[in-house]
């Protein structure tokens, strides 16, 4: 492969194709991408075994090089050590690292010590979230510092993470690059799980206090709705969380567990009355993203970073109160959820993928050091969310 060709390591995803959650579909469709417009891309993929028979195997799949490495660890454990031979192995092979995530933050100075060129995806302010222990906190607090002066660039999801992270390096070393989305199928088929179009709202998150899953619970739960309210998410057994917001549903709200499917998700998602997001902690989510592409109407927990995803045709709760009141009017008002499906479906426009994709291009190119494209053929949006440079469930 000629030197000149230019060449990118995606580090901090499971891997792909993807199959966890929103890292990882966007780890799959900038690695498609960059593949062709003529980039040699290999991204890091997790195995976890009960034994290592060979630590670090590659294939290719769809012109990408898939760099599997296989660890004989479970949780957190398995992670680090996943991302410890990530960055061992990456600083041998040359290229730009792009890194999602600062989980394994504590290697990145290996990395850079070694000549490698960072650009790291901060993701949300992790160590804000109240359902990690103090000594976990510190942790992310820590690993957050060290990713942002061990990497060349790094990327925020949404302006409200930019402002954070000027408090860590000057603005000129931060890109502002939102999530991208896609409109979805008009093929899709009716809803599932025996749902009724227009009859149900949705929520679609990880089943955890800083999404508000229990508040979106109890007030949909006051009273009799006439509707379902379809709860997605993994539900633990002795998690006393899930057992409350268990305790919490009344005969109408319908708790299914996970649901990976794609267009599952998407027709549930389409056919729904609204979308809810309780989310406090994080950027630009992917759910609610999708969500705006959707058209859904949508009942969101008042912050910045969902003020400025959903734009302000939406509704917003701060407690249970105006959450209840959010949920009688969206399901009382025909016209009001009118207007916020046609608001949702103008403010997607702020959020494709082609954005997004030719954005990070040009990022890796400038930390990667290669030439610049004279002109991109990827158009941009002079939007509220607009790309500036320098599912979980």
Known sequence: MPVDVPTLLILGTRGIPAAHGGFETFAERLALYLAGRGWRVGVYCQAEVDRVRERIATRTWNGIELITVEVALRGPAATLAFDAVCVKDAATRGGVCLVLGYNGAAFLPYLWARGGRILTNMDGIEWRRPKWSLPVRTFFYLSEWIAAWSSQRLVADHPAIADHLARRRPRRAIATIPYGGDPPPADLGPPPLGLTAGRYLVSI??????????????????????????????????????????????????????????????????????????????????????????????????????????????????????????????????????????????????????????????????????????????RTHASPARVTAGTDM
């Open 205 to 378: 998150a990880r089943i955890e206090p800083d999404n508000n899953i229990l508040t979106l619970v109890e007030a949909f739960s006051r009273k009799p709705r006439g509707m379902r309210l379809v709860v997605l998410g993994t539900l633990k057994v002795g998690n006393a969380y899930h057992r409350a917001v268990e305790d919490a549903a009344g005969l109408e709200v319908l708790m299914p567990g996970a649901i990976y499917e794609p267009e599952l998700v998407q027709s549930l998602r389409v056919h729904a009355r609204a979308y809810l997001h309780g989310h406090t902690v994080g950027g630009t989510n992917p759910s609610l993203v999708e969500a705006l592409w959707a058209g859904n109407a949508v009942i969101a927990h008042d912050n910045p970073f969902n003020r400025h995803t959903a734009g302000d045709g939406q509704f917003y709760f701060t407690d249970g109160n105006s959450c209840a009141a959010a949920i009688e009017r969206v399901i009382a008002d025909d016209d009001a959820v009118a207007a916020a499906g046609a608001a949702a479906r103008a403010r997607a426009e702020s959020f494709r993928w082609d954005d997004v994709l030719a954005a990070y291009e040009g990022e890796l190119r400038r930390v990667g050091g290669y030439p610049a494209l004279a002109a991109s053929p990827i």
